[in-house]
């Protein structure tokens, strides 16, 4: 059974960082396209960021590009997102997507979801 486990969420200031991670399991992702989506209340899920086989090609929504960073470590089955100077409207519920290539990632093309964790940033 493949599951993908998010963590490192949590309340915390605008300004501060978060590093989310993602560990999977029962199946290795290090040929395929990981990033993360989020969710805020009331709104449609929206990719953050992605990061394709390789780490060749990258992608991160306008709003976060110089705040936030995605990497992989495929020794380890993992993806992280590296959150820096959080605001109050990056409060969401953070997923982890799994895509059999980049542009099927950005398609929304999605294989395998993690089931989410909540980033509050408060003002």
């Known amino acids: 059974q493949v599951q993908l486990v998010e963590f490192g969420g949590g309340l915390v200031q605008a300004g501060d960082s978060l590093r989310l991670s993602c560990a999977g399991s029962?199946?290795?992702?290090?040929?395929?396209?990981v990033g993360w989506f989020r969710q805020a209340p009331g709104k449609e899920r929206e990719i953050v960021a992605a990061i394709s086989w390789r780490s060749d090609s990258t992608f991160y929504r306008d709003y976060v590009k110089g705040r936030f960073t995605i990497s992989r470590d495929d020794a380890k089955n993992t993806v992280h997102l590296q959150m820096n100077s959080l605001k109050p409207e990056d409060s969401a519920d953070y997923y982890c997507?799994?895509?059999?290539?980049?542009?099927?990632?950005?398609?929304?093309?999605?294989?395998?979801w993690g089931k989410g964790t909540l980033v509050t940033v408060s003002s």
């Open positions: 029962g199946h290795t992702f290090s040929t395929e396209t």
């Open positions: 997507a799994v895509a059999s290539n980049y542009g099927a990632f950005l398609l929304g093309d999605i294989r395998y």
